[in-house]
T-cell receptor, first 112, second 115 residues
Framework: GESVGLHLPTLSVQEGDNSIINCAYSNSASDYFIWYKQESGKGPQFIIDIRSNMDKRQGQRVTVLLNKTVKHLSLQIAATQPGDSAVYFCAERMKGTYKYIFGTGTRLKVLA | KAGVTQTPRYLIKTRGQQVTLSCSPISGHRSVSWYQQTPGQGLQFLFEYFSETQRNKGNFPGRFSGRQFSNSRSEMNVSTLELGDSALYLC??????????????FGPGTRLTVT
């Protein structure tokens, strides 16, 4: 069953194109960030993380960019596939805590 | 290695009742966090446990409580249920110790419906 917002911003991308999903985080003292993917009826799935002492990290087909000056995080997905269709969340961890704050999420739709 | 498991997966309760949800973390993970997910509020942090101690708490009323056992399994309890407590309750586990990686892995959630 659905478990995410009904009025999320939506990004529609043609299959094979690159996707860029953006996130503005709230706390300048946050020291660790994670991107999650959530498919309908499932829990969030870890994609990639980055610490605040880095500005870029690459995984398989994914890249996360961190701009601490403007408190902005982005997730780049290369060669987007139909299986990438999901809701994507960024999460920030407040420094000195084990508490994560999640963004509102972006729905990614991959067009065939 | 088995993932995070949550039981039950679905639950229907009546206003005023109480409910207990269970979470078993990934083997070796000692930190368990709980989240509430609703369409209107998104994912909101409830609390986090490590080695049977609550280290952090979110902004939820005292009706929401939790605990962690010596085997790292965790339970959360909601008393005097309200209609607004209907949500997907997610549990996440991580190694959680100082100097350890902080990757957090989620279970499938428990869908709670309050009528």
């Amino acid at each position: 069953g659905e478990s995410v917002g009904l009025h999320l911003p939506t990004l529609s991308v043609q299959e094979g194109d690159n996707s860029i999903i953006n996130c503005a985080y709230s706390n300048s003292a946050s020291d660790y960030f994670i991107w999650y993917k959530q498919e309908s009826g499932k829990g969030p799935q870890f994609i990639i993380d980055i610490r605040s002492n880095m500005d870029k990290r690459q995984g398989q087909r994914v890249t996360v960019l961190l701009n601490k000056t403007v408190k902005h995080l982005s997730l780049q997905i290369a060669a987007t596939q139909p299986g990438d269709s999901a809701v994507y969340f960024c999460a920030e961890r407040m420094k000195g805590t084990y508490k994560y704050i999640f963004g509102t999420g972006t729905r990614l739709k991959v067009l065939a | 290695k088995a993932g995070v498991t949550q039981t039950p997966r679905y639950l229907i309760k009546t206003r005023g009742q109480q409910v207990t949800l269970s979470c078993s973390p990934i083997s070796g993970h000692r930190s368990v966090s709980w989240y509430q997910q609703t369409p209107g509020q998104g994912l909101q942090f409830l609390f986090e446990y490590f080695s049977e101690t609550q280290r952090n708490k979110g902004n939820f009323p005292g009706r929401f409580s939790g605990r962690q056992f010596s085997n790292s399994r965790s339970e959360m309890n909601v008393s005097t249920l309200e209609l607004g407590d209907s949500a997907l309750y997610l549990c996440a586990s991580s190694l959680g110790g100082e100097g350890q990686t902080h990757e957090q892995y989620f279970g499938p959630g428990t869908r709670l419906t309050v009528t």
